[in-house]
């Protein structure tokens, strides 16, 4: 059974740097995309981005300049880098399994989420 | 940048339907995925591919998509099933949500 294990750092200053990590367990990397969601506090749901089995990447447009996603194969992980940030990226941070475009597949397996807070 | 609407709140009476629906440019070309969300839990896939439920997944649980608009509905709406829903769709390559309805379970 694939279980999402995910961590960082919760409280973070404007202009910093936030970095959160996902490993996989229960399933090689490879076989799937992974992506990472948000959600500020009260409100809905938005996608940041995914890498793909490859290791290609796509984020949403309104985070692209801002947004990394990396892949350490070796230790079945992936993170998220999101640089210059402010008060409107305080939220939870969540990594997921999938989805997969050409086959219709959501985000099956989903981490438990991470706090983030940023305030000066 | 592609939008998918939906309504902010939908209410149900225990036993009836309930019908939740996502609007969008053209949807019907695109496959429609539906989340579920309850307060302090990770969303969970309740709907993939328009109308496949992945396993464990109540039958209650079923989806179309025609047109523009994609409906989930819940039959049978039990107060277990109040919760946020989440329509999630592609465009371009990448990933829309709609913003979510709440689901009331009168």
């Known amino acids: 059974q694939v279980h999402l294990q995910q961590w960082g750092t919760g409280l973070l200053k404007p202009s910093d740097i936030l970095s959160l990590t996902c490993a996989v367990y229960g399933e090689t990397f490879s076989s799937s995309s992974w992506s990472w969601v948000r959600q500020p506090p009260g409100k809905g749901l938005e996608w940041i981005g995914e890498v793909h089995y490859n290791e290609n990447t796509d984020y949403n447009p309104s985070l692209k300049s801002r947004v990394t996603i990396l892949v350490d194969t070796s230790k079945n992980q992936f993170s998220l880098m999101l640089t210059s940030l402010t008060a409107a990226d305080t939220a939870v941070y969540y990594c997921?399994?999938?989805?997969?475009?050409?086959?219709?597949?959501?985000?099956?397996?989903w981490g438990r989420g991470t706090t983030v807070t940023v305030s000066s | 940048s592609y939008d998918l609407t939906q309504p902010p709140s939908v209410s149900v009476s225990p036993g009836q339907t309930a019908s939740i629906p996502c609007s969008g440019d053209k949807l019907g070309d695109k496959y429609v995925c539906w989340y579920q969300q309850k307060p302090g839990q990770s969303p969970t896939l309740v709907i993939y591919?328009?109308?496949k439920r992945p396993s464990g997944i109540p039958e209650r649980f079923s989806g179309s998509n025609s047109g523009d608009t994609a409906t989930l509905t819940i039959s049978w709406t039990q107060a277990v099933d109040e919760a946020d829903y989440y329509c999630q769709a592609w465009d371009s390559g990448t990933v829309v949500f709609g913003g979510g309805t709440k689901l009331t379970v009168l």
């Open positions: 997921a399994r999938g989805p997969a475009m050409v086959r219709g597949e959501g985000m099956d397996v």
């Open positions: 591919r328009d109308n």
